[in-house]
């Protein structure tokens, strides 16, 4: 069974940048991987997900400033946010297949 593993959030100001990581073993099995994140109080939404034919797709809320990539050797997918804004902070997760990894939090201050 392919399990998500995320990693990289932290806390950052305004501006700022942060790369989170998801290390899945087997994702090549998986027709897409998504990045979602979870604000506090609000219901999780999806950010960017990636296809294993390189097709990426971006929310309108993150378009411009956060980048998704795939690094085929090392099993992960990265999601490189740029420009953050205290409306990113939240708990970001990695899906794969059918599967969520843990979560991983991202803070945004002003």
């Known amino acids: 069974q392919v399990q998500p593993v995320e990693s990289g959030g932290g806390t950052v100001q305004a501006g700022g940048s942060l790369r989170l990581s998801c290390s899945v073993v087997?994702?090549?099995?998986?027709?897409?991987i998504t990045w979602f994140r979870q604000p506090p109080g609000k219901e999780r939404e999806s950010v960017s997900s990636?296809?294993?034919?390189?097709?990426?797709v971006y929310s309108n809320a993150v378009q411009g400033r956060f980048t998704i990539s795939q690094d085929s050797a090392r099993n992960t997918v990265s999601l490189q946010m740029d420009s953050l804004e205290p409306d990113d902070t939240g708990t970001y997760y990695c899906?794969?297949?059918?599967?969520w990894g843990q979560g991983t939090q991202v803070t945004v201050s002003s």
């Open positions: 087997g994702f090549s099995s998986c027709n897409v």
């Open positions: 899906h794969a297949c059918t599967s």
């Open positions: 990636i296809t294993t034919s390189q097709i990426k």
